[in-house]
């Protein structure tokens, strides 16, 4: 069988010629890290020579992410249609079940949707050993990192002038500044107010502070708050603390803070169930589609990105009925929709297997994936048969057919913990961003991790954020 022609890959670097105290410095200076609350600055976990990629692989990628990010923002906008999907689970405790829930009712009481849009969102792709991209997952909150990735690229670029363009502080940047000004304009503002929703224990906070100073070189005026920060500013501003949350609508049906109205709420947080303290915290958040604010994302666009969504959408690319349905439906072209068939991976919810099946596939290498994001909603072997057993079949928890990924073949030289580590056989992991309905490039990140790894996290230090280089 004649196989792909990979690219060429030179030499890799040595450790003896690299610095550790004079990289963590050069680090420092490009607030390349993470916030350690013990010691400030720590510097993030980063590969040192980059993977390389053929341009025209490169270019399949971000085709893919177009397509994905359009799918996905047009699903977002047809409600009924993404509450047909989410029917079989719209019972369960999963984030994305209460969710959809939520959203259900509202349409369900006709309640004004005055939210408006901004589509943000991260693909994440895997090359498989045929050279054919899959779509593990996509992220439509707090879909971050670009940032530290273009910090990353500048670190290396002396030394790989051929890196893959990673702008994707300024055009993340140019996307919220653009929506929050004509929002501002819209009550009769010239200068946006833009609020970052973060976690109060935030360790990514130099990813974050890296977009907000571009917001504000722009003339954006950017403030960061926790759910329970904002939520109680409304309480305070509406009716007075301890009433319900329900009552925290005013005529206006405007979002502030401090006095000042908000006109764009960027989620970094928010996606699992434990980001929100109570029931009316989670409420508050579900009644923003009622108010005229910006939300990154709003609630249908949050939804679009579940791993539910992506399950059921897999389904209908892998038929040709599904593809017909989604054609009609969105408008794709039939080789349009070949291109997403071909990105998906096998996948079966819980809620359609029994036992024996459950445990079939699991021995056959299928993994287990909750709805919850971040570390730890993953697991094979024993580990995925004992999740499944316990799991609920109506919080959407699914098994996934395992991907063939391929290995890189060079020893990969990386840099975690203040010291340097060289080692072979890793995989990567490539998330590109999408902007806009239109889904337009913004930029990427690229995470590499030991083959044998389970998760690729690099908050967790399972994987290390690296870049992209193009070849012939």
């Known amino acids: 069988m004649n196989r792909p022609v990979l690219p060429a890959v030179p030499a890799p670097r040595k450790a003896s010629g690299v610095n550790p105290s004079q990289l963590t410095t050069r680090m420092a200076a490009l607030k390349l890290g993470m916030l350690n609350h013990k010691a400030g600055f720590q510097p993030v976990p980063v590969a040192l020579q980059p993977w390389f990629l053929t341009k025209k ?19 977002a906008k047809d409600a009924e249609f ?45 090359l498989n050993e045929q050279q054919q991209w899959q779509w593990i997952e996509s992220n439509s909150i707090a879909a971050g990192m670009g940032p530290l990735s273009v910090q990353l690229g500048a670190l290396l670029q002396p030394e790989q002038p051929d890196l893959a363009p990673n702008n994707a502080t300024e055009l993340q940047a140019n996307l919220l500044y653009r929506e929050a000004l004509a929002q501002a304009q819209k009550h009769g503002r010239l200068t946006p107010q833009i609020v970052f929703v973060v976690e109060a224990q935030e360790d990514n906070i130099f990813d974050q502070q890296l977009l907000a100073d571009a917001l504000i070189r722009r003339g954006a005026l950017v403030e ?14 509406q009716q007075g603390a ?54 990154c994302p709003d609630l249908p666009t949050q939804l679009s990105g579940s791993k539910w969504l992506q399950l059921q959408l897999s389904g209908l690319l892998q038929q040709e009925q599904g593809r017909v349905l989604l054609a009609s439906r969105f408008g794709f072209h039939a080789a349009e929709l070949q291109q997403l068939c071909a990105l998906t991976v096998p996948a079966k919810p819980l809620l359609a297997l029994e036992k024996p099946q459950i445990e079939q596939l699991i021995q056959a ?34 098994l996934m057919a395992p991907v063939l990924v391929q290995q890189r073949p060079e020893p990969l030289l990386k840099f975690q913990q203040g010291r340097l580590i060289q080692q072979q056989a890793h995989i990567s992991e490539l998330g590109i961003f999408s902007l806009g309905a239109t889904a337009d490039y913004g930029g990427y990140l690229l995470r590499t991790k030991a083959a044998a790894a389970l998760e690729g996290g690099v908050h967790k230090g399972n994987a290390v954020l690296d870049t992209v280089a193009l070849g012939l």
């Open 224 to 237: 960061r708050c926790t759910i329970a920060e904002l939520y109680q500013q409304q309480l305070r501003g």
């Open 57 to 75: 692989q490169w270019q399949q990628a971000t085709e893919a992410a177009v397509l994905l990010g359009r799918l996905l923002a047009a699903v």
């Open 82 to 126: 993404l509450l047909q999907q989410f029917q079989p689970v719209l019972l369960g405790d999963s984030l994305p079940a209460k969710l959809a829930a939520a959203y259900a009712q509202q349409q369900q009481q006709a309640l004004p949707q005055r939210a408006g849009a901004v589509f943000l969102m991260r693909h994440d792709l895997m």
């Open 365 to 398: 290498g299928w993994w287990f994936k909750k709805q919850n994001e971040g570390g730890g909603n993953v697991a094979r072997g024993e580990q995925a048969l004992q999740l499944a057993m316990k799991a609920k079949p109506q919080d959407g928890d699914f």
């Open 242 to 295: 301890g009433k319900a949350a329900a009552a925290i609508i005013d005529k206006t049906a405007a979002v502030t803070l401090n006095g000042s109205r908000v006109d764009l709420l960027y989620f970094r947080t928010g996606y699992n169930p434990a980001d929100f303290a109570n029931a009316q915290q989670f409420a508050w958040r579900c009644q923003l589609q009622q108010q005229d604010v910006l939300l």
